[in-house]
């Protein structure tokens, strides 16, 4: 299901760093998350001890996804939730347009599921003619704008108060020029609190569902989950199998690290439990898999699926910082979407795990304690073998293994580059070398290190 | 004690002086050294770019050339970090793992192993500290500012040793330079904006140098600062160590 972009990382990332100082804008503000974040989780010293019992809880549940699953939907059923099964994102669709046909509803508003972005959910109802409305404030401004969320938990974190006002301006009929955050932010207030109002049918996403209770938490800032779930007589809540928890009790882990993480807050604003549907209101849950059974098949990027969606590793990466959500041409960016969307389509993210130094920090803040940066290497493992990467690549890293793995040819090939740098400067200080754009070649000494020894030290 | 020295291919074909420091800092402090002399790389540049299978003639001219050594030094944490995780030897396995468990980087060396406590140096510079990501989160050279935990750094304990230096470090503490292998040539736009911004805020506390345990971070951001007409120098810290200026 991902969406096959004509552009690479690094080319989008090129057209993104072109207006530096919105680059720098972008980084500074994503960086004032990762800081918050930081000061959220110094606060608390048993920190690194949730992550682990997060991390732990994570794994044990893909241990046993099965049983936990089907405990899920028997309890689920019991409370009078009605259980649907989905293969992949248009069974997904499939099923939630047949709830909106059987309940000939037209009013329909959704709080934000990364999950339907996955699925493209939005674009499906619109072919089928159904409106539906973002309730979130970011997703709500980035839908005005036929784009797509930048970021998991921050949407519209690539747009800037001026970009919003004119959109506002355009859609809600605001002031021109007015980009008075207040001002706007009532705008859509008032916008989204008609649209409540009217609604037929809610869309929710799930952040944890519960195996022993048949229920499941649902946390926003904005309270727009309940809003939704509350005015409208029918809720349908989606959630990737990975979802799911073994305990209630659990929570008290995952509550306290995922806003830590996100935002640096020390819990969300609402965290809203969904266990039955009131009196005369229908409740779905819509399970999906979408190549998740997959991953979990995958050894070395299982351990991928414990992701809680919380975005820490966007805020910290030095290269998403800096290269803009939309650079990753799928609904989940950064570096778990890097190692989540080969899985979906290789060859249509083959570029993704190679946009990555391998800092490291990205595992580092991660509240489950994914590997992340060790999976992208995996990944460029698996893309090459299977013969994705591009030919010219190819051939120059066949011509450097064996140049290296021959110590004299390696002497050889060094003092012809290091002659050719000294005496034939326009060879490598010309645009056709990436490096060369914006950096100096390094100086060529008269002598390797060897050569030295040799002339020094071997008597 | 018998040190292997393992002077990464880049280093030697363009940073001899580098190789030059470590070797004198080890034999000053002891060390028995010797310079296998048909080493050539670590692997490193093939296996991060997907093509770890091809890394394999590199693996074993490694493990021809440092078999049998009590320790195998290098100047560079991500050099050192491939060996130890990624170095395997189908035909002498039990050498690969005794190369992997007793590979080290210099500062590393010089702090767990040597237990250096006091240093005959003096460099009487403004040094920024630049902190090189393999060496720090895979190595564990210094604390991590994502992790709860106390914080510490190898190379800064050795630079606190210098006489004359005064060390200061990046607002952004331990963020990456961008260099990243062929990170670098591949995302040219955005590994070359991470390292603006690293040397832009060495400039604001007005460094005269910028040092890090990897060469080849140091290489990318000397590639910039020349480009840019900048003053600031970088030098590798063994050259630090090593210096009695």
């Known amino acids: ?459 | 004690m018998k040190v292997g020295l393992f002077i990464p291919c880049y280093i030697d074909q363009f940073y001899p002086n580098v190789g030059v420091a470590s070797l004198e800092l080890l034999e000053k402090l002891g060390c028995e050294v010797s310079f296998p002399l048909n080493q050539t790389c670590c692997g490193q540049p093939m296996a991060n770019s997907g093509f770890e299978a091809m890394s394999k003639g590199c693996d074993k001219n490694f493990v021809k050339n440092f078999k049998g050594f009590d320790y195998i030094v290098a100047p560079s944490g991500s050099c050192v970090l491939h060996i130890k995780e990624h170095l395997h030897d189908e035909e002498d396995p039990v050498a690969a793992d005794e190369i992997r468990s007793r590979v080290y980087e210099l500062t590393e060396f010089l702090v767990d192993v040597l237990k250096v406590t006091s240093l005959q140096a003096s460099f009487p510079f403004k040094v920024g500290l630049h902190t090189s990501c393999h060496g720090q989160r895979g190595l564990h050279l210094a604390s991590m500012s994502e992790l709860v935990a106390p914080a510490f750094s190898k190379p800064g304990t050795l630079l606190s040793m210098v006489k004359g230096i005064e060390v200061s470090r990046p607002k952004r503490v331990d963020e990456c330079c961008g260099f990243g292998g062929t990170f670098c040539v591949f995302e040219e736009a955005v590994s070359v904006k991470m390292g603006k911004d690293r040397i832009g805020e060495h400039k604001d506390n007005e460094v005269d140098f910028i040092t890090g345990v990897d060469t080849s971070c140091l290489m990318h951001l000397e590639g910039i600062l020349k480009r840019q007409g900048s003053k600031i120098k970088t030098i590798h810290i063994a050259e630090i160590l090593n210096s009695q200026l």
């Open chain 1, 1 to 459: 299901m991902s969406s096959q972009a004509n552009f690479t990382h690094a080319e989008a990332a090129e057209q993104f760093i072109a207006d530096e100082p919105r680059t720098d804008w972008h980084d500074d503000t994503l960086w004032f998350v990762r800081e918050k974040r930081d000061k959220a989780a110094h606060s608390l010293p048993e920190w690194e001890q949730l992550r682990q019992w997060a991390s732990d809880i994570k794994y044990h549940g893909l241990s046993n996804m099965h049983q936990l699953l089907v405990d899920f939907e028997k309890n689920a059923i019991a409370n009078g939730i009605q259980v649907h099964w989905a293969v992949d994102g248009k069974e997904h669709n499939e099923i939630i347009y047949k709830i909106i046909q059987d309940n000939q509803v037209q009013r329909i508003v959704k709080s934000k599921s990364m999950l339907t972005e996955e699925c493209h959910l939005n674009e499906f109802l619109t072919e089928k003619g159904v409106e539906i409305v973002d309730t979130d404030l970011g997703e709500r401004i980035v839908q005005f704008r036929k784009e797509t969320p930048s970021h998991i938990v921050l949407p519209a974190i690539h747009l800037k108060k001026q970009d919003v006002s004119e959109t506002f301006h355009e859609h809600l009929g605001t002031e021109k020029g007015n980009n008075d955050p207040q001002y706007l932010t009532e705008a859509a207030r008032g916008h989204l609190r008609d649209k409540f109002i009217a609604s037929e049918l809610a869309i929710t996403g799930v952040n944890f569902a519960v195996a022993e209770t048949g229920g499941f938490v649902v946390c926003t800032n904005e309270g727009n989950a309940d809003m939704g779930a509350h005015a409208a007589k029918i809720h349908i809540a989606c959630m990737g199998f990975e979802k799911i928890i073994p305990k209630a009790e659990h929570l008290g882990v995952f509550l306290r690290l995922l806003a830590r993480s996100a935002t640096g807050q020390p819990i969300t604003t609402y965290s809203s439990h969904f266990s039955k549907p009131r009196a005369g209101q229908q409740m779905h849950i819509v399970i999906v898999d979408n190549g998740r059974s997959r991953q979990l098949g995958r050894e070395s990027f299982r351990n991928s699926l414990k992701c809680i969606r919380c975005a820490a590793c966007f805020n910290t990466w030095p290269v998403y910082r800096r290269s803009g959500g939309h650079s990753y041409h799928t609904a989940v960016a950064g570096p778990i979407g890097s190692i989540l969307n080969p899985n979906l389509d290789m060859q249509a993210n083959k570029d993704l795990p190679f946009a990555s130094t391998l800092c490291g920090s990205c595992s580092n803040v991660c509240p489950v304690k994914i590997n992340i940066h060790e999976q992208l290497y995996l990944w460029r493992q698996e893309i090459t073998k299977e013969g994705m990467a591009a030919k010219g690549k190819t051939f120059a890293m066949w011509g450097m293994s064996e140049v290296l793995a021959h110590p004299a040819i390696y002497r050889m090939a060094g003092k012809m580059g290091r002659w050719v740098v000294k005496h034939l400067p326009f060879l490598t200080n010309n645009g056709m070398n990436p490096w060369f754009k914006q950096r100096e070649m390094p100086e060529a000494p008269k002598e390797s290190f060897r050569d030295w020894y040799l002339n020094n030290k071997k008597k």
